[in-house]
């Protein structure tokens, strides 16, 4: 691919994405000009770069974007939450045509065909008669400017309410609408036409105007009178007014981008292998160091080494620590999909949610920020699915109407812990043991010992998420053994709590970075592969006698309890040369239950930078990754309790 | 009843309906010195608030809803 095209392709996405979080903000400070500018900026270097190539459609769609935004900047019309949506729309496009761009270098036919839809979404909705100019204010919205200029500078909505003469025959209520306005600031009332004579007066039809303002987003006051849209006049403000107490000051975070160097992964990747081969050939001159002090005059020498060797730990050290720093990444890397889609989400399901994000500046490798993702997505629609209530259900259990997600991210030690919690219905734990109970899962006897925090793990069991039935329940389980799965993958965990009525948090604990990890090198079928020692409980010897066929598997019994015993050659699918005699075995702790694992020898132990797969390979079933010998040959490092389950 | 006269007083009393705006206004234009009691009011039609509005009667105690109490009445205050 020419190095124009993929260095767009990466400035795309970012300025996609970094417009598409300005008009959020946007849509809840409709009155934020330095986001304004910014968003502006964005669709504007997005359109220019668009035109180095042959991309026609995309440029003259964001053309029109950018006219739009202008137009808004320039105070001659309003940002709506539909003119967001439809500029939105084609911000998503346009990542979308970018995908293509960088998959199979052209962009769809079906995808550019959309192009005349969504420009004329762009039209349609911003019609600038309907908007009329907020600068030289026409007489239509001249009177919510100066309602908040005298009555309340921090309102973000005025809205004029002029109910029909014959609204009250159809059922309409004018002021119980208007108590539903959430963060009301200022409300009037006066004759749409002059009061009629006492006896001409008509006690059923409405001759009110109201006017208010609202510190509220303007979706929101939107909502309320979704069923009066005729009837009523909302007028985003902010621009115009607080223009003039705050100065806007540009925004730093989005120049941010450009200041840094981008560097291809593949290439830190490279310098942490080496990094990784260097730490092993220091181990090698310890080794010297011993030779040297067994020499008969090699104490000087020996101690020379030692000196040398305290300096080489020291820096390889170092070396390790900033290789690592390179590939430290926000966790907001991973989290900045997530607003989008809890935006959708929310007006899908008909359930109103606010998404809460603490401490998304925090970092961690790109590896883990980037595996991250998939679990967390998993968890939201989980969370928005199952979890949260519909606004009815809510309002009967006394709860706001709007549900409240949040996202926290927590450091500990060397670890993060990213929780997401939702103030939704929760888990009944008693459902998920009869449902798993139902699906086999677990054994009635087993089911009955169980106590809560063990029932809630059994949404974790593979196989339960299949369970059809899960989403009748009020729990979720939809792919949670999918969640830990990848969170173990980079050496983390997951888990649960539930309480009835009031939510559920799910907590992801992962390492910031990836730690040197000790590795037990053992070899089977004449091949050495690694396993992690945390996963080890022990080793042992089996003599034969101690083993039990039962039908095609077999047992053994170590201190009086009875195990499984697997063959590592059977798991890796080699050729199985089990000595006659005693045999060497791994105790693995397995999904609470302990597993022999019968090998042909340990070789040694050693601490080394254990990487997780990358590419063609990350989805290899049982591998945990690979990490470079001293000898520059390559050690796959299993998952064992992957190639258990 | 939830419109009523009651010892030369015009109550309302609990829920008032659009229905009783024909109610009150005419109690409202037949008794020009009557005050209107509110203390009770529960939910009240706008229509009623309408009438209130417009014949300016003097109003006797704050209903419960606080949205009335805060926003509402100082409407019917400022138009009398």
Known sequence: MDELMAQFIVEARELVQASIDDLFVLEAEPGNSPRLDSAFRAVHTLKGSTGLFDLGPLNSVL???????????????????????????????????VDDLESVGAVGVAKLERALQLEAALDTDFDPTVTKPVGDA??????????????????????????QAESFFSGDDPLALLAQVPGIIHLSVKPRDPWPAPALFDPFRSNLVFEALSEAPLEQVEAIFRLVPDQVQLVPLGAAVTLDETVAEPVEANIDVSRSLRVDPARIDALLDLVGELMTTKNAVTVLGTMAAGLADGADLARAIADAHKDLDRLTGAL??????????PLSQAFRRLPRMVRDLSRRLGKPTELLIEGDAFEADKTIVDELFEPLLHLVRNAMDHGIEAPAERFAADKPATAILSLRVVVDGDHIAVSLSDDGRGIDPTAIRAAAQRKGLVSVERAAQLDEREMLDLLF???FSTAAAVSDLSGRGVGLDAVRMAAARVGGSVNLASRIGLGTTTTLRLPVSFALTQLL??????????????????????????VTPIRSNRAFILRDRTMPLLSLSDLLGLPNNEPAGDMTALVLAVADQQVGIVIDAIEERMETVTRPLSGVLSGMRGIAGTTVLGDGRVLLVLDLAELVA | MSVALLG???TLTGECGVEEAETLLSLVQSNPAASVDIS?????????????LVSGPRI???????FIRRWVLPLLVSAT
């Open chain 1, 63 to 97: 053309h029109k974007a950018e006219d739009n935004l202008g137009r808004v900047k320039s105070g001659t019309a309003v940002l709506d939450p539909v003119q967001i949506d439809a500029i939105v729309s084609v911000l998503e496009w346009i990542d979308e045509c």
């Open chain 1, 138 to 163: 026409g007489p239509s919205i001249a009177w919510a400017l100066s309602l908040a200029v005298s009555k309340g500078n921090n309102a973000s909505v005025a809205l004029r309410y002029q109910p």
């Open chain 1, 320 to 329: 390790y620590g900033g290789v690592l720093q390179t590939r430290m990444v």
């Open chain 1, 461 to 463: 069991v593979p196989g």
């Open chain 1, 521 to 546: 090198v053992v070899s089977v079928g004449g091949e050495r592969y690694g396993v992690p020692m945390q996963a080890v409980v022990e080793t042992v010897r089996i003599a034969p006698a101690a």
């Open chain 2, 8 to 10: 030369g007083i015009i």
């Open chain 2, 40 to 52: 009770a009011a529960g939910p009240v039609h706008t229509a009623l608030w309408q009438v209130l």
């Open chain 2, 60 to 66: 006797i105690g704050q209903p419960q809803d606080p």
